[in-house]
């Protein structure tokens, strides 16, 4: 769960950023308390209720949750409603909305990709990648968990990923594996991106914990994945690479542990909600 100090942090900064010193729309309202309730306007997955209910914490207003985080909905199910001054209720309406629909929207799209890998093989896990907005990394993450997926690596401090670029600074991959377990603490793992059957080998034998295959097709993997194997039959392997929803179940090929995708993050589809005063 994420910190509420660090939640706090954030939100306080996004309304200062919305409302940089005067609400002029507001500024025409009367002093009046109102009543807004919040509705779905489609099917899925509710993500950053805690979220939510925050903005209208800090605006001053009340708010009374109608369903469970990850919880799945309907179409107009009514998710909470919020009390309070009518300023308040619409200074933080936007704001608020936007979070819970980018959030309950990755956590719907996860479930549906993992949905479709459930059906071959459930001990695949389906994980983000870092093509995430800054500044809302960790919420994208969070939903994607509650969406029934794996982080990957939050941040670079997480573990070592050597990817295509960094390896074009070392003699070979051996090198670069050798060099990582030398400098790097006993509690993080080395994974290593490979383009090609040859270093998916070499990875292997010179003891990575984790080898992504990258732009693979379906056949090339599974040729590769069986030789990985009869190296190493423990190590872990992760397919990567333009792998999304529709091509997604082309990639649920035995001894496949992982499956990453940047399309959780980077292609959000918003989940509509509306609110709506009474």
């Not at 306007?41 to 993500?47: F, N, R």
């Not at 003699?171 to 594996?177: D, L, N």
């Not at 693979?216 to 194997?229: D, H, M, N």
Request: glycine share 6%; aromatic share 6%; with cysteine.
């Amino acid at each position: 769960m994420i910190p509420q100090t660090v939640i706090d942090q954030d939100i306080k900064k996004w309304i200062a950023e919305d409302i940089s010193y005067w609400d002029v729309t507001a500024n025409l309202l009367p002093a009046a308390q109102a009543k807004g309730k919040i509705f779905t306007k489609q099917e899925g997955i509710i993500a950053g209720l805690n979220i939510f209910k925050r903005v209208f914490d800090l605006l001053g207003t009340q708010v009374d949750l109608l369903v469970e985080e990850g919880n799945i909905v309907k179409n107009k199910t009514p998710v909470a409603t919020v009390k309070g001054p009518i300023a308040n209720l619409l200074q933080g309406e936007r704001l608020a909305l936007n979070l819970l629909g980018r959030m309950s929207g990755i956590a719907t799209h996860t479930a549906k990709m993992i949905d479709v890998v459930k059906k071959s093989n459930p001990s695949i896990r389906i994980c983000a990648t870092r093509k995430t907005v800054p500044g809302l990394g960790k919420y994208d993450k969070y939903s994607v968990v509650l969406g029934g997926g794996d982080t990957h690596r939050f941040n670079l401090s997480d573990m070592v990923l050597l990817k295509e670029n960094h390896l074009k600074m070392f003699k070979s991959i051996t090198e670069s594996i050798t060099l990582a377990k030398a400098k790097t603490s006993f509690s993080k793992k080395i994974e290593i991106e490979v383009q090609n059957e040859e270093q998916a080998l070499e990875a292997s034998e010179a003891g990575a914990d984790i080898i992504m295959l990258d732009n693979f097709s379906p056949v090339q993997a599974k040729l590769t994945i069986s030789k990985i194997r009869e190296i190493n039959a423990n190590i872990l392997i992760e397919l990567s690479g333009n792998i999304n929803i529709g091509n997604i179940e082309n990639y649920v090929i035995d001894g496949v542990d992982l499956i990453s995708s940047g399309s959780l993050t980077h292609s959000v589809r918003n989940f509509d909600f509306t609110m709506l005063i009474e």
